[in-house]
């Protein structure tokens, strides 16, 4: 009985004070609203719940400067102080989305650039692995899962030989994303001599599981002179024609020369201070000019960058004039973006979105069925593409700007996780990525409103109640 009344006591403490936390502190009313509700009447649970998934704790730059008693909380992004200006020769066609771009980013969008696609670890892999093993000076490396298998091995023995030669070798591993795989590999490259940091580690003593807000980055810097970015993790799942019985995970890299590989450096370095504390900036000459290309990257996360994937999405979209093309693994759009893909439909710009016929996570494809009327009663295409599971994250605008990088289309990456995008103004590969996705939506099954209209009322439910959990899916 009386271990009854304490629990009783530690929850009418824990819940008024988790629920005004809460009330103050989360942004958008639908979250305080539920967050209040499962700290109130989840005994117990519910305030431990808000706790380990509600709170965002990361405090860096702007938010460290500011007295706690005056903080407006976590869940606050901060503009641009001072915008770049933009080039003077920048074609017409770009000015809209990079006036837009400048506002959002911290980097110049800057010319010069080559960015070569890679379909697949088969393409991605080797060129990644000689990188390494040519590197002179540094190699720095994020990766949300990094595999012990047979591919993860040779990229450890790769940073190994870097290590020995005296490259100054720097890998950041996600907290969570190293649990994918046995044994961890942040164990095989501590025994080798590499330098690895975890991001937001989970550990009991001290206590902190933070399942939310990871290091979703995937990010190869060779040299200051070679980048590779885009949407793939490190291990044998990307290679998708070995025979396997799963099919693989097909997924898109991007090797990147010219100046903007300054700018991937110095992200990771931004997010290596924030994990170890050790803060370390640019050194050396900037990259040479390695072709035509302008880019810039884009941050997004739970901290100073928060919304700005959100904002910069929302305005290409709207200044989009003919055609929109996007691909994803996963499709659970905020309401902003959803009503700015039916706006564009409604005034006759082609929108595509190309999403995988069956999901890794089964409960996104159901919860994404919930939602896609609402695109698809104004116009939107969707086609759902057959296996192998596909995992790129590409975004078109009238065949001439992509977007690409690490963030999917959900609540985790524009909310939760920090995202590393790249900007490509350039007709001829936002073309070829056209092209990529076209072929993708030829092959695939275009959705009707008539099939999302037709699922049986089990079906419905299941969908519906996933659905409801998209905030933190």
């Not at 998934?53 to 909380?73: D, E, K, Y």
């Not at 970015?229 to 799963?246: E, Y």
């Not at 009503?339 to 494809?365: D, E, F, I, S």
Request: glycine share 8%.
């Amino acid at each position: 009985m009386a271990e009854q009344w304490l629990l009783l006591f530690a929850h009418v403490v824990l819940a008024p004070a988790t629920a005004l936390h809460a009330l103050l502190y989360k942004r958008d009313p639908r979250a305080a609203f539920g967050w209040i509700a499962v700290c109130v009447l989840l005994p117990l649970g519910g305030p431990v719940l808000y706790v380990l998934f509600g709170i965002n704790r990361v405090r860096s730059g702007a938010a460290r400067r500011l007295p706690r008693r005056f903080s407006p909380g976590y869940e606050r992004g901060d503009a641009v102080a001072q915008p770049h200006p933009l080039p003077e020769d920048l074609s017409p066609r770009y000015l809209p989305l990079a006036r837009v771009g400048a506002g959002l980013s911290r980097h110049a969008l800057l010319a010069g650039n080559h960015v070569e696609t890679l379909h697949n670890g088969e393409q991605a892999y080797p060129p990644m692995l000689a990188a390494i093993r040519g590197a002179t000076r540094r190699v720095y490396l994020s990766s949300y899962i990094f595999d012990s298998d047979a591919t993860g091995r040779d990229f450890v023995d790769a940073l190994a030989d870097a290590q020995t030669r005296g490259v100054d070798v720097r890998v950041l591993v996600d907290g969570m994303g190293e649990w994918y795989s046995w044994p961890r590999v942040r164990r095989l490259l501590s025994r080798r001599g590499v330098r690895v940091a975890r991001f937001m580690p989970l550990t009991l003593l001290p206590p902190s599981i933070h399942i939310n807000m990871r290091k979703h980055h995937k990010l190869l810097v060779v040299d200051t002179a070679l980048a590779f970015t885009g949407g793939m993790n490190i291990g044998d799942r990307h290679l998708v024609s070995a025979g396997r019985r799963d099919g693989g995970v097909a997924d898109v890299q991007f090797q990147v020369r010219g100046p903007a590989v300054a700018q991937l450096e110095d992200v990771f370095l931004q997010l290596w201070s924030l994990t170890t504390g050790d803060a370390r900036t640019l050194t050396g000459p900037a990259p040479p000019s390695a072709g035509e290309m302008r880019c810039r990257v884009i941050t997004d996360g739970p901290d100073e960058d928060l919304d700005r994937l959100t904002m910069l999405l929302v305005a290409a979209i709207s200044i989009a004039r003919e055609d929109l093309r996007i691909m994803t693994p996963y499709f659970l759009p905020p309401r902003e973006i959803i009503a700015a893909l039916q706006a564009a439909a409604v005034r006759g710009v082609a929108v595509t979105v190309v999403l995988p016929a069956k999901n890794n996570l089964p409960y996104m494809h159901w919860a994404t069925q919930n939602m896609l009327w609402e695109l698809l009663s104004r116009g939107v295409r969707v086609v759902y593409q057959p296996p192998p599971f596909v995992h790129s994250k590409l975004f078109v605008v009238d065949r001439a700007y992509a977007l690409i990088g690490s963030a999917n289309w959900d609540a985790r990456s524009l909310r939760l996780n920090f995202e590393l995008m790249l900007e490509i103004y350039d007709a001829t590969l936002a073309g070829e990525l056209a092209a990529h996705i076209d072929a993708a939506a030829e092959a695939g099954e275009r959705v009707s409103l008539a099939d999302v209209d037709g699922r049986s009322l089990p079906v419905r439910l299941r969908d519906s109640v996933c659905w409801l959990f998209t905030p933190y899916l």
